[in-house]
């Protein structure tokens, strides 16, 4: 067998069809959306404490949200049950997505991503709580005493719960960006350097995201959205910097070999 036909790309895809390429795809987003519809069922059965939860803050300041028509409590409970059911799902969809974009992934490189998946939920968890225990409040007492004294503030369920559970979710997905890229220079696809030479560009989309998930629009609390995702970004090229090594194109042997580990 000539060198040329023992030389492969990693699982194969390299030679790959289009063909291939959509029928993984579509495989991957049957996991995706079967792992958000199995967390969604789950939050049906929790959805009322889970409102309760989120109400809480303005509770903590006197302030009941009310209904003004017929079917926003039904629209508000299944939204809530879809973004409990998506964070579920979550490390299942950040390792089809990785797992889909990378470009062959050897078996010790399947294996290290499905160890992340534990810090990626935890993350994801931790930008959440961020938002909701340090960012709302702030949003919410800003927004009940701002022209307090002229326009009575009377909060409705269905936008209150739509801004709430916006800017939690993207908060902790914005929270993961460390780990995924420290994924992705571990497996040679980002590079610390090449990352950074991208600042500029870095903190027009910071700025950016912090003005579509901040559920006001002073500048106090964007800032507090934007801080936390610049220091995500700079933590990601240190990660980057540790973390990157060049992949090494291997032989068939090499594969088979890592296989039998």
Known sequence: MSQQATTMEPMSEG???????????????????GTMLV?????????????????QPLSNIGVIPQSIGPTDTIGVYFKVCFTVGASIAMPVIVYQII???????YPHEKRALLLTLP????????????AFYLLIPAAVDFLQNFLGSVIRQDWTIERYIGFITRLVFWMGVSFETPLVVAFLARTGV??????????????????????????????????????????????SVGLAYLLYRPRVVRTFDDDIAEKDK
């Open 15 to 33: 030679s790959m069809s289009l063909m291939e390429h959509l029928i993984e795809l579509r495989t991957r987003l049957i996991w995706i959306i």
């Open 39 to 55: 967390g969604t069922v789950i939050a049906l059965f929790f959805a009322e404490p889970i409102i309760q939860f989120i109400i």
């Open 99 to 105: 797992a889909f974009v990378s470009p062959g992934l």
């Open 119 to 130: 810090g990626i939920m935890f993350l994801f968890l931790l930008g959440a709580a961020f």
């Open 190 to 235: 980002i590079t610390g350097p090449r990352l950074l030479s991208f600042w500029r560009h870095a903190f027009v989309v910071v700025a950016i995201i912090a003005a579509a998930i901040t559920p006001t629009v002073d500048p106090v609390n964007m800032t507090i959205v934007m801080g936390p995702l610049i220091v995500l970004y700079f933590l």
